[in-house]
């Protein structure tokens, strides 16, 4: 079954750190770009960070650059976001997708939640 999961999320304070995990099962995420999208409460889901298969080109929103930190290994068919320095502002579901190289067809997780609060 062609799954993707999302773990790490959780309660965290301003200025704090999470590292998020999108595990793939069923299918080897090596060809795959991999995308960050988050999700706030009454808001429209949003890119946060993308990475290209090979791992050589990354991307970020704008609100996160220089906090954040998208990689991969794809020996342990993972990709991580590295968050940190974390702000009221970053509570939302969090979302990974892996796009298929050549159908464009997204695979989605079911998403964590991040809640940043004191």
């Known amino acids: 079954q062609v799954q993707l999961v999302e773990s790490g999320g959780g309660l965290v304070q301003p200025g704090g750190s999470l590292r998020l995990s999108c595990a793939a099962s069923?299918?080897?995420?090596?060809?795959?770009?991999i995308g960050w999208s988050r999700q706030a409460p009454g808001k429209e889901r949003e890119g946060v960070s993308c990475?290209?298969?090979?791992?050589?080109?990354?991307y970020y929103a704008e609100s996160v650059k220089g906090r954040f930190t998208i990689s991969r290994d794809n020996a342990k068919n993972t990709v991580y976001l590295q968050m940190n320095s974390l702000k009221f502002e970053n509570t939302a579901v969090y979302y990974c997708?892996?796009?298929?190289?050549?159908?464009?067809?997204?695979?989605w997780g079911q998403g964590t939640q991040v809640t940043v609060s004191s």
């Open positions: 997708n892996a796009r298929h190289p050549i159908t464009r067809y997204n695979y």
């Open positions: 990475i290209s298969s090979s791992g050589g080109s990354t």
């Open positions: 069923g299918f080897t995420l090596d060809y795959y770009a």
